[in-house]
């Protein structure tokens, strides 16, 4: 066992002669903002806020189901409506206070995961973009568990400096899997990344992100260039559609491995990690991997990566990693530990 963290540089230094692939998870949302990024449940800050009472049939729902996802329960409202009304049992009013409780949701949820968002790319700093490329640009892929748009906005950043010669040494691809085909007068692109086309996406959402949407027969990603909208309006007009964000937000482990495996862009990422191996480094930044991320704890476990390098606060802190560490081993993988306040995010 470590008795010292290593710093990041030493990490770097360490994992130069291999590909390094890196795993993000809320930490990195935290560190350019903690007071937006904190909250960890969506449904619980709805409540919380008052935007979903917990003595109404709304609430009710959600416990009955026993489910934090806001998409199940919407569609779930509206598929009742034309279950009962196919039945005639429903009387209009009572058909009109489902509805009415389905589009509170859709606009709860739009509130929710946007009003403590930064609103347009220009509201971050070109000093705090380039704090944030210089620490992405390093490796060959980036997995992250965060469904905000800060690597998104990272790495589209990052095009921009790498085509002016802005910022040197640049290993990251900017490929996420989505592109034009025959959509060029569409306000979107279309996810068509899999098979043999692969190899050519370097950043996964593995938890889904607020840029990507399930359009029934597709996987889009809405982009500002295109529409000249900002997220908030996306969304609602994507809402409105009936055409949801795809993000895994809360649940346990097996709720959310459930939803991955369940959609076609969720499911390849997922895949993609467990694909990871070689003589090869996994950097862990912002997450310790706990108990309802074990999917994710699993994935790394099957890939064939030899050494996770995991960011942590004190070297206190390795204990409450025992299990993992422990389930490494037996998978023949070395975890080593280092000081995640030593790597420069944000600032």
Request: overall charge negative; glycine content about 4%; some cysteine.
């Amino acid at each position: 066992m470590q008795n010292k963290l290593l710093t990041y540089d030493e990490v770097l230094e360490e994992t130069k002669e291999n590909k390094r692939f890196l795993l993000l998870g809320n930490g990195f949302s935290m560190a350019y903002n903690k007071d937006r990024f904190s909250f960890t449940s969506l449904f619980q800050s709805a409540v919380d806020k008052g935007l979903i009472d917990s003595k109404s049939p709304m609430y009710e729902i959600f416990k009955d189901f026993d489910t934090t996802d806001f998409e199940e329960i919407i569609k779930n409202l509206e598929i009742s409506i034309k279950v009962f009304n196919a039945y005639k049992i429903l009387k209009d009013e009572d058909a009109n206070m489902i509805y009415t409780d389905a589009i509170k949701l859709k606009e709860h949820l739009v509130d929710i995961i946007t009003n403590n968002h930064p609103e347009k790319i220009t509201d971050i700093s070109e000093e705090e973009f380039e704090h944030s490329i210089n620490f992405v640009k390093n490796y060959d892929s980036v997995y992250t568990l965060n469904y905000d748009l800060l690597l998104y906005w990272t790495t589209m950043k990052l095009e921009d400096y790498k085509d002016n010669e802005m910022i040197k040494n640049i290993k990251l691809e900017i490929g996420d899997g989505f592109s034009d085909l025959e959509n060029d007068n569409k306000d979107y692109v279309v996810f068509t990344n899999s098979g043999k086309n692969s190899r050519y996406q370097k950043n996964f959402y593995l938890h889904g992100a607020l840029h990507i949407f399930d359009n029934k027969y597709e996987i889009i990603k809405n982009t500002y260039s295109r529409t000249k909208k900002t997220l908030k309006e996306q969304t609602l007009e994507n809402l409105k559609k009936e055409i949801y964000p795809i993000f895994v937000s809360e649940g346990t482990s097996s709720q959310k491995k459930s939803k991955i495996i369940h959609n076609a862009y969720l499911n390849h990422c997922y895949r993609s990690l467990k694909a990871l191996g070689g003589k090869n480094s996994l950097i862990i930044f912002g997450t310790m991997l706990k108990t309802n991320d074990e999917h994710i704890q699993d994935a790394i476990m099957e890939s064939n990566i030899k050494k996770i390098y995991i960011g942590i606060g004190s070297i206190d802190k390795t204990s409450e990693l025992d299990a993992f560490v422990e389930k490494a081993i037996k998978h023949d993988k070395k975890v080593y530990f280092y000081d995640y306040r030593s790597v420069k995010v944000w600032r």
